[in-house]
């Protein structure tokens, strides 16, 4: 299997992890833990992971001129990433948050032609407008219920602002993750990270009530720390060394699929013939762009 195969494959367990974490989350808060508070949890809890895998490291040391580049990654890769994204999760449902994260891919595109001066391709283009007509009418017609949800218009404009400072974390991390291993630059990462979202999330974190958390709760908490946050930073990592930016964005018109599948396996929702058709859009909008890289890149 060659390192390109692996990428992807690398992208596809991670889509997979932030596909069921919709649900997984939204079951956590804001009942049991507040979206903030939650998110020291998890940016803090990674840092512990990732900190400690690093005393096994002996690579390269971070260069004193790029803590600057690191920390202004984390502002906007974990930071204002997941602080406004389990906040407009907490007032929108699981399915309309998934099918927002597919404006990131569009925001990389444009992100990665100004920044990193990648030349716009008219397949990878076709690839990126085919997936958002996939993703739009899934959004249409793939929330079946809006129980739970408080404010959907809220929450969905949350999401959009926390794909949009992904989709620039992305661009940005491109350079960096060539010079480093990836445990010394994500536990960094994650240092500067937590230091960003502590203020907001520290008053929330004083408000949980651990003794009436059931075991259940516990075990989604830690399925976020450990899978959707510690395996797919460092799956994304990966593929980020070996592949373009916008490649590893286009993936994320997966999440909607992954949350709909996860959503009717588990009995919340259903499947018909234009769910079916929405999902084949979006899985050929993914083969146009990464055909196109194969092709391109590497």
Do not use: H
């Given at each position: ?20 974490t ?21 940016v ?59 404006t ?8 990665s ?91 929330e ?86 055909k196109?890289?194969?092709?391109k890149?590497?």
């Amino acid at each position: 299997m060659n390192q390109r195969t692996l990428a992807l494959v690398a992208l596809s367990v991670a889509t997979l992890i932030y596909g069921v974490t919709f649900t997984v989350a939204k079951q956590v808060m804001p009942m049991y833990i507040k979206p903030f508070g939650f998110i020291v949890i998890r940016v803090g809890g990674a840092a512990i992971v990732f900190w400690f895998l690093g005393l096994f490291v002996k690579e390269k040391n971070i260069e004193k001129a790029d803590y600057k580049k690191i920390a202004i990654a984390a502002f906007f890769g974990v930071g204002l990433n997941m602080l406004t994204f389990f906040k407009g999760l907490s007032y929108t449902t699981p399915i309309s948050a998934s099918v927002m994260m597919v404006t990131a891919p569009i925001l990389v595109l444009i992100f990665s032609s100004i920044l990193l001066k990648e030349r716009l391709i008219l397949q990878k283009i076709i690839g990126v407008i085919i997936g958002l007509i996939g993703a739009i009418i899934l959004i249409a017609y793939g929330n079946s219920s809006n129980a739970g949800a408080k404010n959907i218009m809220l929450g969905n404009f949350l999401v959009f602002i926390n794909a949009a400072s992904y989709g620039m974390y992305l661009v940005q991390v491109k350079k960096l993750i060539a010079k480093y291993n990836p445990i010394v630059f994500v536990k960094w990462l994650y240092l500067f990270g937590l230091l960003f979202v502590l203020p907001f999330g520290s008053l929330e974190l004083t408000q949980v009530e651990w003794g009436l958390m059931p075991t259940s709760i516990y075990l989604k908490a830690g399925f976020v720390v450990l899978f959707t946050t510690c395996i797919t930073y460092l799956c994304n990592l990966y593929a980020l060394a070996r592949l373009k930016p916008t490649t590893v964005s286009v993936f994320i018109y997966l999440q909607p699929v992954i949350a709909s599948i996860y959503a009717l396996i588990v009995g919340s929702d259903s499947f018909n013939t234009v769910k079916i058709a929405a999902t084949l859009l979006i899985f050929l909008g993914v083969f146009l762009v990464t055909k196109q890289v194969a092709v391109k890149n590497k």
